[in-house]
Each structure stands twice: as C-alpha cells, then as structure tokens.
C-alpha cells in the first residue's frame, strides 16, 4: 500500500495559485475546495489529502507532523522561524514584498519609533539588525490605518501593487525581504516516508518550472 501523506493549503491566494501546480504534479482535490465547508479533502491520489486551515496555520501543523507537507507564504515561514521543518521548493507564487511604510512627508520622531506590525519576530530583527530601538505594536490586520489614527509612526506589512498603501495617504520607505509561498516538509517525514515525499517534492517542483 502507498505511504499516507498529507498536505496543509490555506484558503486565499495561496490555495488559487497551488491547485494548478497539483494539478500538474497529478493530484487534484475530489471536491471543489472553495466551496466546500469540509476542512479535509480526498485526492485524485488514493494515499494524499489535503487539509485546509489558516496560512499562519500551516507551519505550525507541519512543525509537528500532522501535515507532511505544507504551502505557506515566506513571511508567514520566518515569523513561524521554521522548527522541525524544511523549506524545499520555492514555489514563486503569491509574490509580495516586506516593506516599512510610512507617511513620505513626515519626519520620524525622536523618541522610540512605533512600529505597527502582524510580524513582530521578523520587525524586530530587522530594527535590532540596524541598531535601532522601536517599540512594537502587535495587529492582527489593517495595518495600515495604524500611521492614519496615529497609533503608530510606521508600519511593516507587504506590499504587492502599493494601491493598499496609497488609497490610505502612505508611501513604502524601506524593502525588508522578497516574499514567495515556498513548499515545506516535516522532518520527520522525510526521513521516515523519504521515498513518497522526494517523489512528490520532485514533482512539484518539476510543475513550477
Ligand atoms: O486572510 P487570513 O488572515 O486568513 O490569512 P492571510 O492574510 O495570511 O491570507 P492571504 O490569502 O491574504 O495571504 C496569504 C499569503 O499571500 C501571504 O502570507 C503572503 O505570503 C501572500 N501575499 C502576496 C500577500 C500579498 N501578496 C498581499 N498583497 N498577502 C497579503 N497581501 C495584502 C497586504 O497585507 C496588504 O494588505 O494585500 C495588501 C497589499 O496589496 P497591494 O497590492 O495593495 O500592495
Ligand atoms: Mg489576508
């Protein structure tokens, strides 16, 4: 019998852009993922499911097996930090940007900086990377109206067409990381079902190309 393997998706752009690179590694989901309320999903392949959950979800699940694999977004991946699990392919999809952001004609203040963020882990190595004290602001969305209402100075948030930051008066100022949804592996996983995962890995990879 074909070794069991499971793979975490989140709903959203990542989800769109994934199914179509399955579908050339030859695995497509029986249901329509999108319209179902269902959170686990049988294959084309007898021995691959798929699971649904939240992109911030999704290394956790891989971190401690209950997914093989998974799809996640680089910044959700360095905000996790990425124990117990591999980045193996860069799947170079839902490209975006980490950028600080900001009002362009406003001069910074001279005392701590605040800065509003949904990643706090990759903000505060960025600022500690430059010398610089900031004091962190923890949101879970709509980073942008932080700046507006004056709860922050600055922002960090991605950026894809900047329209999210034009529309409310802010400008992007500095370039943090590239981003890019990249494929993740259980280490266990690929140590124990080794033969199933590469097999996959090799696949899918094949399929981003
Ligand atoms: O929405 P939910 O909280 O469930 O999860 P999520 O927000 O993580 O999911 P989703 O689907 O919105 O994003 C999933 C992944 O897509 C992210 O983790 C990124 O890796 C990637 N991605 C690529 C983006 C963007 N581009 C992007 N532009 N994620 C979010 N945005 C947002 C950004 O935060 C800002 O609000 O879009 C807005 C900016 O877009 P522009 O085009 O106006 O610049
Ligand atoms: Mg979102």
Same mark, same amino acid.
């Given at each position: 019998?074909?070794?069991?393997?499971?793979? /975490? =998706?989140?709903?959203? $752009?990542?989800? @769109?852009?994934? =199914?179509?690179?399955? /579908?050339? /590694?030859?695995?497509?989901?029986?249901?329509?993922?999108?319209?179902? $309320? +269902?959170?686990? &999903?049988? !294959?084309?392949?007898?021995?691959?499911?798929?699971?649904?959950?939240?992109? *911030?979800?999704?290394? !956790?699940?891989?971190?401690?097996? /209950? *997914?093989?694999?998974?799809?996640?977004?680089? @910044?959700?991946?360095?905000? %996790?930090?990425?124990?117990?699990?591999?980045?193996?392919?860069?799947?170079?999809?839902?490209?975006? $940007?980490?950028? !600080? *952001?900001? &009002?362009?004609?406003?001069?910074?203040?001279?005392?701590?900086?605040?800065?509003?963020?949904?990643?706090?882990?990759?903000?505060?190595?960025? &600022?500690?990377?430059?010398?610089?004290?900031?004091? =962190? #602001? +923890?949101?879970?969305?709509?980073?942008?109206? *932080?700046?507006?209402?004056?709860?922050? @100075? #600055? #922002?960090?948030?991605?950026?894809?067409?900047?329209?999210?930051?034009?529309?409310?008066?802010?400008?992007?100022?500095? %370039?943090?990381?590239?981003?890019?949804?990249?494929?993740?592996?259980?280490?266990?996983s690929l140590?124990?079902k080794n033969?199933p995962v590469k097999?996959l890995?090799? +696949?899918?990879?094949?399929?981003? +190309?």
């Open positions: 019998m074909a070794t069991e393997l499971t793979i /975490a =998706l989140a709903k959203g $752009r990542i989800l @769109d852009e994934t =199914l179509p690179l399955l /579908a050339r /590694a030859g695995i497509e989901p029986v249901d329509d993922l999108n319209s179902s $309320r +269902k959170l686990v &999903f049988a !294959t084309s392949q007898a021995n691959i499911k798929l699971v649904l959950i939240r992109s *911030a979800d999704v290394p !956790t699940y891989v971190q401690y097996g /209950a *997914a093989d694999m998974g799809v996640a977004g680089k @910044d959700v991946l360095a905000e %996790h930090g990425g124990e117990g699990l591999y980045e193996r392919v860069d799947l170079k999809i839902a490209p975006c $940007r980490m950028m !600080t *952001a900001g &009002f362009a004609d406003r001069p910074m203040p001279r005392t701590r900086l605040k800065v509003a963020t949904k990643y706090p882990r990759i903000t505060r190595q960025f &600022f500690l990377e430059q010398g610089r004290q900031v004091e =962190l #602001i +923890k949101l879970y969305g709509s980073m942008e109206l *932080a700046p507006v209402v004056g709860l922050a @100075d #600055i #922002i960090v948030d991605l950026v894809d067409t900047g329209n999210t930051l034009k529309a409310n008066g802010l400008t992007p100022l500095e %370039h943090i990381m590239d981003i890019s949804s990249r494929l993740i592996v259980n280490r266990a140590k124990m033969q097999e890995v090799g +696949k899918i990879e094949k399929a981003v +190309k």
